[in-house]
């Protein structure tokens, strides 16, 4: 059988790839998208459960690069709902007519370099294999789910759903008796909506997380002409900010001020839609000690107002991280909902779960019986959605071997070893830190301009140098060291109490924010690639 030959082959139909693709296009590249899914969307398409939705506002999260698309789209509120962010990557997809060059239902298994030919051959799970000279991840940094090691998970009699993998056909919870394990971001939004119609919720915590209001509304006519009138303002705002969000620090220090002073700030924060509590807050609360603690401490007499039992408020809080060092799941009344009669909190620091049964799950100090169980267990992130394909660079070498003692990247788009393979959502770039479709446009613009300089001059092997990615490298180890959540144990640093060798912390973020991460890759591009071997 003939192996299909292209320009480029990319990995995965999320929002990076739909957006790869178009401009490979337009670059007159011949491109395959390989999508594991039976559609597009990426993140999108797999996390269905009930509840999800965006915690950065809609209008700054939609794509900028198409004055067409942006006048044709409307959100309906100011952070949507799956359902709308699906339906408005559908739209993309079919505006820019992008399914006919995506292949849906391929899963990629490995991707290996022949050095002679200068090509990569990647291979299907279903046996089929395609070649190109260019391979461009666009994986996701939370797209490889993970199950908890308990004994007996496979034993359940009724459905046991991970959030990451909800099924297309609806899943009844009204009515009936569910456990939710894991309080995260994902944990925290089906909580609070399952809450509302479960006959019963068990809430199984292992350690709390901190988490703010979202202050979610839909958006009226007035503002959606003045969202449309607003976009190149919109977009310029994000530009300037750390994480691309439309919130930035204040450019004072929380210790500088009085507490007066501070609390009226954080007051007004916590009362704000969004991100501003953690992306907006003084420019001390990620790096200093006792400007997080007070901080913490704002937010934890928060928690106490809304929780009505005082013990089960402390439970809510924690007391392993302080606040904004792990990922800051936003909320509507989560906190309310241990209210009500119908909920309760398993805290399992006090009784941990022992075994799933056939019939529910058995802690060490009681046993419940289910209808329903969903695993809000959490991501391998970052580099899991590298880890499960074997790609194997000009040595023999893989990825998972090169980067066994934490990634190495140069501009954490390119790895020495791989050429021509590009992680537009990998370790050491912005987009892991981010409102990530800002992030993942400048990554695309970027690589899809390194490739228009190299088909203008003929170069066929683009390979980043072991010096320039041990200088990167260095740079983003050092950037994540001033941080406080480089001294935490979360997805931000690697580490998944779900998984048996995941409890080492590794810097995966690029934590010295996104303006400087893109003004780095501009210098780059604008001298002519130095740290890229261009042959």
Same mark, same amino acid.
């Given at each position: 059988m003939e192996i299909a030959q292209y320009d480029a082959i990319i990995i995965g139909a999320g929002i990076s790839g739909m957006y790869q693709l178009h401009r490979l296009r337009g670059l007159g590249l011949s491109a395959r998208v390989f999508e594991a899914g039976d559609d597009l969307g990426g993140t999108w398409y797999w996390n269905r459960y009930p509840g999800c939705r965006f915690d950065s506002e809609s209008y700054s999260y939609g794509y900028s690069f198409s004055d067409d698309i942006l006048r044709e789209w409307d959100w309906s509120e100011h952070f949507a709902a799956q359902p709308e962010t699906l339906r408005y990557l559908e739209f993309v997809a079919a505006k820019l007519d992008l399914r006919r060059d995506i292949q849906f239902g391929s899963r990629v298994e490995s991707a290996a370099y022949d050095e002679e030919a200068n090509l990569w051959e990647v291979l299907l799970a279903d046996g089929r294999s395609a070649r190109s000279r260019i391979v461009i991840t666009a994986i996701g940094a939370l797209?490889?789910?993970?199950?908890? &090691? @308990?004994?007996? @998970?496979?034993?359940?009699?009724?459905?046991?759903?991970?959030?990451?993998?909800?099924?297309?056909?609806?899943?009844?919870?009204?009515?009936?008796?569910?456990?939710?394990?894991?309080?995260?971001?994902?944990?925290?939004?089906?909580?609070?909506?399952?809450?509302?119609?479960? &006959?019963?919720?068990?809430? /199984?915590?292992? =350690?709390?997380?901190?988490?703010?209001?979202?202050?979610?509304?839909?958006?009226?006519?007035?503002?959606?002409?003045?969202?449309?009138?607003?976009?190149?303002?919109?977009?310029?705002?994000?530009?300037?900010?750390?994480?691309?969000?439309?919130?930035?620090?204040?450019?004072?220090?929380?210790?500088?001020?009085?507490?007066?002073?501070?609390?009226?700030?954080?007051?007004?924060?916590?009362?704000?839609?969004?991100?501003?509590?953690?992306?907006?807050? /003084?420019?001390?609360?990620?790096v200093s000690e006792e400007a997080n603690r007070l901080l913490s401490n704002f937010v934890a007499r928060k928690i106490r107002e809304r929780v009505n039992d005082p013990?089960?408020?402390?439970?809510?809080?924690?007391?392993?991280?302080?606040?904004? =060092?792990?990922?800051?799941?936003?909320?509507?009344?989560?906190?309310?909902?241990?209210?009500?009669?119908?909920?309760?909190?398993?805290?399992?620091?006090?009784?941990?779960?022992?075994?799933?049964?056939?019939?529910?799950?058995?802690? &060490?100090?009681?046993?419940?019986?289910?209808?329903?169980?969903?695993?809000?267990?959490?991501?391998?992130?970052?580099?899991?959605?590298?880890?499960?394909?074997?790609?194997?660079?000009?040595?023999?070498?893989?990825?998972?071997?090169?980067?066994?003692?934490?990634?190495?990247?140069?501009?954490?788009?390119?790895?020495?070893?791989?050429?021509?393979?590009?992680?537009?959502?990998?370790?050491?770039?912005?987009?892991?830190?981010?409102? @990530?479709?800002?992030?993942?446009?400048?990554?695309?613009?970027?690589?899809?301009?390194?490739? &228009?300089y190299a088909k203008e001059r003929g170069i066929t092997r683009i390979e980043a140098s072991e010096k320039a990615a041990d200088e990167w490298t260095e740079h983003v180890h050092a950037a994540a060291g001033r941080m406080l959540f480089s001294k935490v144990n979360s997805w931000f640093t690697g580490v998944n109490r779900n998984q048996p060798g995941h409890d080492q912390r590794r810097v995966l973020l690029y934590a010295g924010g996104a303006p400087a991460h893109r003004q780095r890759c501009d210098e780059v591009a604008r001298d002519g690639y130095p740290g890229f071997l261009l042959r």
């Open positions: 797209s490889t789910p993970v199950l908890p &090691a @308990i004994e007996g @998970i496979q034993s359940f009699r009724g459905p046991a759903i991970h959030t990451g993998l909800w099924p297309r056909e609806p899943v009844e919870y009204a009515g009936r008796r569910v456990a939710v394990i894991g309080t995260g971001a994902s944990g925290v939004q089906v909580i609070q909506e399952m809450a509302k119609v479960a &006959a019963h919720l068990t809430v /199984f915590q292992r =350690t709390p997380n901190w988490c703010a209001p979202l202050h979610n509304s839909p958006i009226d006519a007035e503002s959606q002409r003045r969202i449309h009138a607003s976009y190149p303002e919109i977009f310029a705002r994000c530009r300037e900010t750390f994480g691309q969000f439309l919130h930035d620090s204040d450019r004072r220090n929380a210790l500088d001020l009085s507490p007066e002073e501070r609390e009226a700030v954080w007051e007004q924060l916590y009362a704000e839609p969004g991100f501003g509590i953690w992306m907006a807050n /003084f420019r001390d609360v990620l013990a089960l408020a402390e439970k809510l809080i924690p007391t392993d991280h302080g606040f904004g =060092t792990r990922r800051v799941p936003l909320e509507t009344n989560y906190y309310e909902v241990y209210n009500q009669e119908n909920v309760r909190l398993v805290d399992l620091r006090d009784s941990p779960i022992q075994r799933i049964t056939p019939d529910g799950i058995q802690t &060490a100090a009681e046993d419940f019986a289910f209808d329903l169980i969903v695993f809000a267990t959490g991501f391998d992130a970052v580099t899991g959605a590298f880890d499960r394909i074997e790609f194997r660079g000009a040595a023999g070498q893989t990825l998972k071997e090169a980067w066994a003692d934490g990634p190495r990247t140069y501009l954490g788009l390119q790895v020495p070893g791989f050429p021509n393979l590009f992680t537009l959502v990998g370790p050491h770039n912005s987009a892991t830190f981010c409102n @990530i479709p800002r992030c993942i446009e400048q990554n695309v613009d970027w690589v899809s301009g390194l490739l &228009a």
